[in-house]
């Protein structure tokens, strides 16, 4: 199974959403989890898992993973070639790294990582970026390219982020 998380923060409080698919290829999902949360730190720049991980950890008390699960996070997992994680790294590690990790981003981080892949979808001129630890960065990138969904954002990831702001 997949599961791919993200978080919308509102004034009081965090939406967590899981949508989990049982492939690569899936148009549809099979699950959803959803959890609302207190807001248990601020935002702060470069330390965004401070704010994000205590959310993903709280709703994964209610999902039962399996040996050959993966786990998705909008963001990075690895910053930089000097070992410097985002938060799908500090996740990996809470997980004790027995579940592979892969970061899907929007957004570039301008300092150099060797691990990380610019993934182009669709028509788009506009790459997603990957990290992941615990699977092979190139094994992911065919992967992600053949996710549903003909644009940039694959169907049940733009469907992920719509569903953390309905509250």
């Known amino acids: ?15 967590t959403i899981c949508i989990a698919f049982d492939d ?6 099979s699950h959803i989890f959803q ?17 994000e991980l205590p959310c993903i950890m709280s709703l994964l008390k209610k999902i039962q993973l399996q040996e050959d699960d993966l786990i998705i996070v909008d963001g990075y997992v690895t910053l930089n070639d000097d070992g410097k994680i985002g938060l799908g790294g500090y996740l990996f590690n809470a997980l004790e790294q027995k579940y592979p990790v892969i970061g899907i981003a929007k957004n570039g981080f301008s300092v150099t990582d060797s691990q990380r892949r610019s993934i182009y979808r669709g028509e788009s001129k506009s790459p997603l970026f990957l990290t992941a630890m615990g699977i092979d960065v190139d094994a992911l990138v065919p992967k992600i390219q053949r996710m549903h969904g003909s644009y940039r954002i694959p169907t049940l ?8 702001r309905v509250v």
């Open 1 to 15: 199974m997949i599961y791919a998380f993200d978080t919308y923060y509102l004034d009081d409080f965090a939406n």
């Open 24 to 29: 690569w290829s899936s148009e549809k999902e």
């Open 35 to 51: 959890e609302k949360t207190s807001i248990a730190s601020d935002y702060e720049s470069g330390a965004f898992y401070k704010r």
């Open 157 to 164: 990831l733009k469907k992920l982020d719509q569903l953390t």
